[in-house]
């Protein structure tokens, strides 16, 4: 992936009150990060952030953190965010590491147009496999919930048969979301620029039931 370079980046990023610098320290404690017991969503593979921010806008009780790898596409999406924002978080981050961020306190994972790693010796380092999917059973609280959009028929059926393998039950499943959309359906700025391609645009939810013991 080329990356232009953002005018300022570093100032941005140290300037941003919503940029969690050291998201490790809130393990297990991201409640008392946005002082509410609210559900928190995560959306892995953030962009510019126009789905995360617009989600945070809509629903104030719900807490919600994106998460995002690149320091460029991060500084682009900081200047965007609502300052009167309460519920919004941003990592910067390598999704690998999700296990060090989060411990059994996150009710639902958005995968919005990830890397489709189209080469097969690669496709383990996809959001959808299954090692990825180990991962979250770890930072679930209770039921996990992962609900998935992407342009990529390729990664789309293969993640159908990795939640499917995993045990997940799979929920509104369409191959042409964007067929039948309400007005006030939150898009990315990815998907904006290829459904007006008219590209078709894959999307599913994936839902378990957890297994854990409440005690």
């Known amino acids: 992936m080329r990356l232009r370079n953002v005018k300022n980046k570093e100032e941005i990023l140290n300037a941003s009150s919503f940029l969690v610098k050291k998201p490790e320290q809130y393990c297990g404690k991201w409640s008392s990060y946005f002082g509410n017991s609210n559900p928190i969503y995560i959306e892995i593979g953030m962009g510019k952030g126009k789905f995360i921010r617009e989600l945070a806008k809509r629903y104030p009780n719900i807490n919600f953190i994106g998460i995002e790898k690149y320091d460029s596409v991060v500084a ?38 990830s890397d489709p790693w189209p080469k097969k010796r690669h496709h383990l380092r996809r959001l959808s496999s299954k090692i990825f999917l180990n991962k979250y059973s770890s930072i679930f609280k209770d039921d996990y919930d992962i609900w998935m959009r992407t342009d990529n028929q390729d990664l789309f059926c293969y993640s159908l048969m990795s939640f499917s393998e995993a045990g997940y039950i799979l929920r509104n499943l369409t191959f042409d979301l964007h067929s039948n959309l309400p007005e006030d359906f939150i898009t990315t700025e990815y998907e904006d620029r290829f459904s007006d391609r008219g590209m078709p645009i894959y999307s599913v939810e994936a839902v378990k039931v957890s297994n854990k013991v409440n005690k």
């Open 76 to 113: 682009k999406c900081l200047p965007k965010i609502d300052s009167s924002l309460t519920n919004l978080a941003i990592i910067r981050m390598d999704a690998l590491n999700i296990e060090q961020v989060f411990d059994h306190e996150i009710s639902r994972i958005y995968l919005n147009f």
